[in-house]
């Protein structure tokens, strides 16, 4: 299990005691979540759908690299990887 | 020489550009498609003259109307010009955090600017254009997002350059946005040569977007959804202000090649993969030049004072 530092959106803070990082621990994307929710439990809802995948509207960042195009929640993490939850947004 | 019909005719067959100087690995070639080189400056030209050609075609669109549309600039200028030239009244929903320059273009075509507040950001303007659209049905509403000729014209144009002047390709990076570009320009390459890799850049969403209420106030494009772009895309990453500046000031510094910061972010990206393969021929897309952002004063001074300043506005 390694110490990996997840960044909050400014709309998920408020349910996260305030904090724009937190430390949580895990050695993947799916375990550092799960630590989150742990920490956190209002956040559930706000990350997760009812089968457990990470919802819709949601983007998980591990160094700036979308987890969907890498495993996943299965994405493997370590000491010194930055997480980031941020919101999809429109573009264009 | 050709003497052309009208402004609308010089849209599209925009030039690659080699830009393999700017390549960290020297077995990697990076080109740059120019669609700056549109004649509304930007590669949303295409996107405009594909929806209202097909709105027209199908009828819902004719002499006189109005439309609106949400836009951060690009999308607005050309459907500005397309409108000059077709005698269509605009009205863009433009939200407040864009530069001068973007407002201002839009005035030189004759478009007519409602205000969305910063704080919401392009999902703000995607909802006020939306709401102002259920309100007055006369207007007619493209809604770039979710319309299928925004893919349709990079499938049908942007795509079939790129495979023609670039038959090497490996792989394709652009900007998000819409994902028109990259849903059109994708398909099109993995129907005809699968083996290309397809690689989305986006700029960092959150602080930008203080007024989102929820993550349900979220957005994912239609257009992305409706073109499989979860399957499509083998690759998306967030390329910062301060990166993006600086592959945008290098490109200027080392090419010549004067793009907006969106460009940058795409050949940022563009180096990432070069990093990381061991041969290849990449097409990044440059979306539009550098001259709408110059009140940023982002290419000259500090980097960092530039890349502040860039984070204030909306540049995708």
Known sequence: MSQISVRLPTVLRPAAGGN????????????????????????????????????????????????????????????????????????? | MVVYNSVLDLIGKTPIVDVSQLSPNPNVRILAKLESANPAGSVKDRVAASMIAAAEEEGSLTPGRTLIEPSSGNTGIAL????RVRGYHLKIVLPDNVTEERR?????FGAEIIRSPAAEGSNGAVRMAQQLADDNPDWVFL????????????????????????????????????????????TYLKENKPEVQVYAVEPPSGEQVE?????????VPPVFEKWGGADLLDGKRIV??????????????????????SAGAALAGAAKVAAQIDSGTIVFVVSDGGWKYLSTGAYTGELGDGADSLSDVIYF
Not at chain 1, 52 to 73: T, W
Not at chain 2, 211 to 219: A, N, T
Request: some cysteine.
């Open chain 2, 211 to 219: 007024g989102l209420r929820s993550l349900d106030d979220g957005y």
């Open chain 1, 20 to 92: 724009t990082t937190v430390d949580v621990d895990g050695s993947s994307v799916g375990q550092v979540v799960n630590s989150l929710i742990a920490e956190y439990p209002s956040l559930e809802s706000n990350l997760v759908d009812d089968e457990g995948a990470i919802r819709k509207f949601v983007n998980v960042y591990v160094n700036d690299e979308d987890i969907r195009y890498l495993q996943k929640l299965e994405t493997p993490v370590s000491e010194g990887d930055e997480v980031a939850i941020l919101p999809a947004v429109a573009g264009g």
């Open chain 2, 80 to 83: 500005a010009m397309i409108c």
């Open chain 2, 240 to 261: 910062r202000p301060l990166e993006s500046l600086e592959w945008a000031r290098r490109l200027v510094n080392e090419t010549g090649i004067f793009a907006g910061p």
């Open chain 2, 104 to 108: 201002a273009a839009l005035e030189a």
């Open chain 2, 143 to 186: 809604y770039q997002y979710g319309n299928n000729a925004n893919p349709q014209a990079h499938f049908d144009s942007t795509g079939p350059e790129i495979l023609a002047d670039v038959p090497e390709i490996t792989h394709f990076v652009a900007g998000l946005g819409t994902s028109g570009t990259l849903m059109g320009v994708g």
